[in-house]
């Protein structure tokens, strides 16, 4: 088939062609003025999409990266941490934290549902001498959004730095970091950035700072002061991933262009799209309340395993979605919908699922799935929450 490939997994996501034209610009150096010139455009837009006022740091690593880059340089082996650890994300934070020599407590949630903003003052109040809260704003594993504000409010007046992970929640829903209270927000380049893998960003509130000030370094390589020195210089500690960053001021770009309420109202609706579709079809998001912009969990019937479903939708539609995570990796399909991708990217998607769901033995009685979807995509952008539209 020449079908047009699709890429419909929660990172890594499509990039734009516009993306890739720049970054298809021949190497420059990345400690000489050509470089320095857009390492000083991309920082005021990255402070922009981040909600800051503070700098945002460039790292060459995936997301994990800069995940313990945080935790390395914000914190002393025998602290406490508190972590939320409802999926396959929060769980990496207690394995970083345990790397790093840090008490962990866990605040374990089933997997789909968020966590609550009591269950993690329960913990602070069990917990006063708690040096941090690790958080995902979007746990990827299942689409759930965790309420990072209210979160927030309660680290804001103890002595405890809030550290959101917002890989699949930059620049896909709204999360102001400053305005919000985050003390430590980061991200990965290849989910809503529409860049490809390797580049991570991080972002420090003024008592974040303070605090990395005391901690000695664990390891060569990540310094967050080595990297701001660097950055007043518009450069990277180490040899930067010169094409990522060119892309990153593009994408960047593209969203200036629209306006970042615009990027999170197609986020809000491309979801709106995605649950009206499964449901027409007859089948269930897995999470029901506080679910993620950027992907949509579906719970497939026993004995329609995922990967069957999956193999359908990619051999035969060009259609590439993921499976689940650990117990749930043959129970839901997780349909991406974040950066480039658009309405009629996603009308394919849901087409392909129920292809394959209906390959697989199951059972579509809904003729107009499609319709109703895309009604739920035209109503989505009217109405978006959190916003005074
Ligand atoms: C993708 C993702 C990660 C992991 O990022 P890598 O780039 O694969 O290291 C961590 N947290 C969340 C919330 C993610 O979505």
């Known amino acids: 088939m020449l079908d047009k490939p699709r890429l419909l997994t929660p990172g890594p996501t499509p990039t734009p062609e516009r993306v ?142 809030l550290v959101a992970d917002g890989i699949s929640a930059v620049s896909i829903s709204p999360c102001p970091m400053d305005e919000w209270g985050i003390d430590c927000l980061l991200t990965g380049s290849q989910k809503g950035l529409m860049l490809p893998p390797g580049l991570g960003l991080i972002a420090l ?58 990027v999170y109202r197609k986020q809000w609706a491309l979801t709106q799209m995605a649950r009206r579709g499964v449901t027409a079809m007859g089948l269930e998001p897995l999470v029901k309340e506080g679910y993620t912009w950027g992907l949509t969990s579906v719970l497939l019937p026993e004995g329609v395993p995922a990967t069957g479903v999956l193999r359908v939708a990619a051999e035969r539609f060009g259609v590439i979605m993921a499976a689940g995570q650990d117990h749930l990796k043959e129970r839901i399909i997780r349909i991406g919908h974040m950066g480039w991708l658009d309405w009629a990217d996603l009308a394919a998607g849901l087409h392909a699922l129920a292809e394959g769901f209906r390959a697989c033995g199951g059972y579509i009685g809904a003729r107009d799935v499609l319709e109703q979807a895309l009604a739920a995509y035209q109503a989505g952008l009217a109405v978006m929450p959190g916003t005074e539209i």
């Open 205 to 262: 509130s003024e008592r974040a700072w303070r605090k990395a000030d005391t901690v000695p370094p664990s390891c060569f390589y990540f310094n967050f002061r080595g990297e701001l020195t660097n950055l007043e210089k518009q450069q990277t500690l180490f040899t930067t991933p010169v094409s990522l960053i060119i892309g990153l001021n593009e994408s960047l770009d593209m969203f200036r262009e629209v306006g970042l309420e615009t």
């Open 20 to 161: 890739r034209l720049a970054m298809a610009h021949d190497m420059i150096h990345h400690r000489k003025p050509a470089f320095k010139a857009i390492m000083a455009a991309v920082q005021p837009k990255l402070r922009e999409l981040f909600g800051t006022a503070q700098p945002v740091l460039p790292m060459a690593c995936s997301g994990s990266g800069v995940m313990t880059a945080a935790v390395h340089g914000l914190f002393k082996p025998g602290e406490k941490v508190i972590v939320v650890e409802g999926g396959k994300f929060g769980q990496r934070w207690r394995e970083i934290a345990a790397v790093r020599g840090l008490s962990v407590v866990s605040v374990v949630v089933d997997w789909g549902r968020p966590v609550t903003p009591a269950e993690v003052e329960a913990a602070l109040n069990e917990h006063p001498d708690a040096a941090g809260v690790l958080v995902q704003l979007s746990e990827t594993s299942t689409g759930t959004l965790h309420p990072v504000r209210e979160i927030a409010g309660l680290t804001a007046g103890r002595d405890t730095l």
